[in-house]
């Protein structure tokens, strides 16, 4: 799939673990450059496949983009690159619990700021997709989203003390997307979580050993019945970055990279618990 997708290596292609990284929506796979270059990542000797899911960063859509055919797609990639371990970030997590439910990809998983429900996801992206439904406003109002997000974006970066190159790159990245795609592919995602009211009881259920990783200050929301459940899954481990949003990472890579070295060398036989930092 290497034709279609944006593909970011590194690590030894002979590595006993490899991982598949997955960007969020609207991200490419820039946004992990700076969790793949950290020593914790190198020192565990793990190989990394980041790629960016077909149609973000202006790069070629599937013809079908329900969260079901990304999973499928994306589980293929994995499969063909030998990754053992699965990160997701955003809507690039949501898209690892499907594979996971599917049974289209091995685990550990690391979820980073998933969105359990409807009702967790941010207010803007919903009233988006509503405006996105309407013929006449649709195409404006994603045109005008995406000219205003690499500013806006970039100020949040900026007071996160992300180096304002940095967040230069990073802001310009989630510009670059088309607006047709993005308002079919929202509208596609919101009908997948109407479908599945409670993503925690599809992710228990794949029986897959998970990492669900958030900042201390997410503006993605998780319900007290939801968290409850998480926690009370044993092969659920749920973690908090601390000084660390939506975009931990590229807030704290340090620490989201220890989490994805902590899954990677996991033993096949245990199985996480609990709450940590």
Not at 44 to 71: H, I, K, Q, W
Not at 131 to 149: D, I, Q
Request: aromatic residues 4%; proline residues 6%.
């Amino acid at each position: 799939m290497d034709e279609v997708l944006d593909v970011r290596r590194a690590g030894p292609v002979d590595a006993e673990h490899r991982v598949l990284l997955l960007p969020g929506g609207l991200c490419t796979t820039e946004f992990y450059a700076d969790v793949m270059a950290q020593p914790v990542m190198a020192e565990a000797g793990l190989g990394m496949v980041a790629a960016t899911m077909p149609g973000f960063g202006r790069t070629t859509a599937p013809a079908d983009l329900s969260m079901e055919n990304y999973a499928r797609l994306m589980g293929e990639f994995a499969a063909a690159e030998g990754c053992d371990v699965v990160v997701g970030h955003s809507l690039g997590a949501n898209v690892v619990i499907e594979m996971a439910a599917l049974g289209v990809c091995s685990d550990p998983l690391v979820l980073l700021s998933p969105t359990f429900s409807r009702a967790d996801e941010a207010r803007f992206l919903g009233v988006l997709d509503q405006v996105g439904r309407m013929p006449a406003l649709g195409p404006l109002a994603w045109t005008a989203m995406l000219k205003a997000m690499p500013q806006m974006m970039k100020k949040e970066m900026l007071k996160q003390n992300i180096p304002e190159d940095r967040a230069q790159a990073l802001a310009a990245d989630l510009g670059n997307n088309d607006p047709a795609f993005c308002r079919n592919v929202v509208r596609h995602y919101y009908e997948y979580l109407h479908q599945h009211p409670s993503l925690v009881a599809r992710l228990r259920a794949s029986g897959a050993r998970a990492w669900v990783v958030r900042g201390d200050h997410d503006d993605i929301g998780l319900k007290d019945e939801e968290r409850v459940q998480l926690e009370a899954s044993p092969q659920i481990t749920m973690v908090t970055v601390p000084d660390a949003g939506h975009m931990a990472l590229v807030e704290q890579p340090a620490r989201v990279a220890e989490v994805i070295v902590e899954a990677a060398t996991s033993s096949a036989s245990s199985s996480p618990s609990g709450t940590r930092p």
